[in-house]
């Protein structure tokens, strides 16, 4: 019989370490928290069970972790970037910018730490610190791809599209085969109206990656060629999966206001101590509606097409049900079982909208409303694929496809949705009802 070896605590923790890689969390967790158990100030151990705590969304733990190897080598400028990051993801920036600052002051050519201080300072606003802070990490290390990508979207977003381009041009050219920093360079060319240069970006991708949901549908919306009526459901999901953990974070960047938008329209036509209403938040992203429609709701229900999305709406706790799901689908399988339907920058990723208009109408209960958002086009054309990705609606269209639904519009009136590129984002906040309904006052803006 073979003896048994004991594994000294170092050896214990490569094991562990090699489990998390390798995504075996349950031996991970075990053996972590069995080192922690023997030797609870054992430095790294506390570090990587956090970093592991922390890969898993259960951040507060991680944090804590974190703190207390902190404790132990208050010098480690590792920690406290680490830390930084979790804050980031607990949606605290200002604490995340002192731990960054810390990391910093501790190691000043830490790049890492310089990228993610410009990240969190341009979540709060701070937009020439955050530029500044780039720009430094860049001048110690311009191999760092993700700084100049960094750099380029923070300048596309002040509206300096040139400069934006040459940082996105250099991240390809450090990593040719990204898949991000082709779509955010495909956008640029786009809004600089070098459509030649987005299409050969696309061709490139296209080449590397045949069946990328991304390069064919932003092919599409630059070549004008076989333009779908929708963004497919794969688009969208991968699209906001990568979006998830910094979703919250980049729209507050961009002053994003649709969802605020959808809240005063309710707020508008109903009264929320009633709490009377069954809703459905069709595209909801991480929930950022979900705090103002919960006054109003005996039931709240939240589809996305992004689990990664729902999982961040989860963590508000506003929502009775959550359900991955696509959502013209969704609709058709609830006939007349919602008093409200909203949707906040979500029919952005559909061009033609008659289905799924039919399909809220029949979701809705006598006396119920659709309140949504759509992008406002000038073309002539009834819908319009920009190169971003998103589709833009003609006005008399939007109106003319809610009436072949059997819904009036009852309110419509413009609004800036967001800032893109150092320009508003002009949209429609649209609410319409069954026919035949009592008519509410209406008013256009």
């Known amino acids: 019989m073979a003896e048994e070896t004991e594994l000294t605590l170092d050896e214990a923790l ?52 974190m703190r207390r190897a902190v404790e132990i080598e208050p010098e480690d400028s590792g920690l406290h970037l680490n830390i930084g990051n979790v804050l980031f993801e607990i949606d605290r920036p200002d604490l995340a910018v002192q731990a960054y600052e810390e990391a910093i002051r501790l190691d000043p050519r830490s790049v ?58 250099k991240a390809l050219e450090l990593e040719p085969a990204n898949a991000g920093t082709r779509r955010v360079l495909v956008a640029a060319y786009a809004a600089t109206g070098e459509k030649t240069k987005a299409i050969a970006i696309l061709r490139d991708w296209l080449r590397d990656e045949p069946a990328s949901p991304a390069a064919r549908h932003l092919m599409a919306a630059m070549s004008g060629d076989n333009v779908p ?36 329209a309710v707020a508008a036509s109903h009264p929320p101590q009633a709490k009377d209403l069954d809703i459905l938040d069709i595209g909801c992203g991480t929930g950022l509606c979900g705090p103002a429609l919960r006054p109003y709701a005996r039931h709240l229900v939240g589809i996305d097409l992004s689990p990664k999305m729902l999982e961040r709406a989860a963590q508000r706790s506003c929502y009775d049900h959550l359900e991955t799901a ?7 399988r609830q006939a007349q079982a919602f008093d409200l339907v909203v949707s906040a920058d979500t029919l952005c990723y559909f061009g033609r909208l008659d289905a799924v208009f039919s399909a809220a109408a029949a979701a809705l209960r ?76 209406s008013s256009t803006g």
């Open 14 to 65: 490569e094991v562990a370490v090699r489990a998390h890689r390798a995504g075996d969390d349950a031996v991970a967790e075990a053996l972590y928290q069995r080192i922690l158990a023997v030797a609870p100030d054992h430095g790294s151990a506390l570090t990587l069970y956090g970093l592991f705590q922390h890969g898993r969304g259960r951040h507060r733990e991680a944090l804590g972790l």
């Open 229 to 264: 009526d929708r963004a497919s459901d794969q688009y969208v999901a991968s699209l906001f999966d990568g979006f998830a953990g910094s979703f919250d974070h980049k729209l507050a960047r961009l002053d994003y206001r649709a969802p605020a938008l959808i809240a005063e």
């Open 366 to 441: 006598p006396g119920g409303r659709f309140i949504f958002s759509v992008e406002k086009s000038a073309d002539l054309d009834d819908f319009t694929l920009h190169g971003h990705g998103r589709y833009s609606h003609k006005q008399a269209y939007v109106v003319r496809a809610l009436e072949e639904a059997g819904l009036r519009t009852d309110t419509l009136h413009d609004a800036a949705l967001r800032m893109e590129r150092g320009a508003p984002v002009e949209g429609l906040i649209i609410e319409a009802a069954l026919s035949g309904g009592a008519r509410k006052s």
């Open 326 to 332: 696509e959502l013209t689908a969704f609709l058709q």
């Open 112 to 169: 890492a730490a310089r990228n993610n201080l410009g990240v969190t300072l341009r979540a709060v606003k701070l937009p020439d610190a955050a530029e500044a802070e780039y720009r430094e990490a860049i001048a110690i290390d311009p191999a760092y791809r993700d700084t100049w990508d960094n750099l380029g979207r923070l300048l596309a977003s002040r509206g300096r599209i040139t400069e934006a381009i040459a940082c996105h041009a």
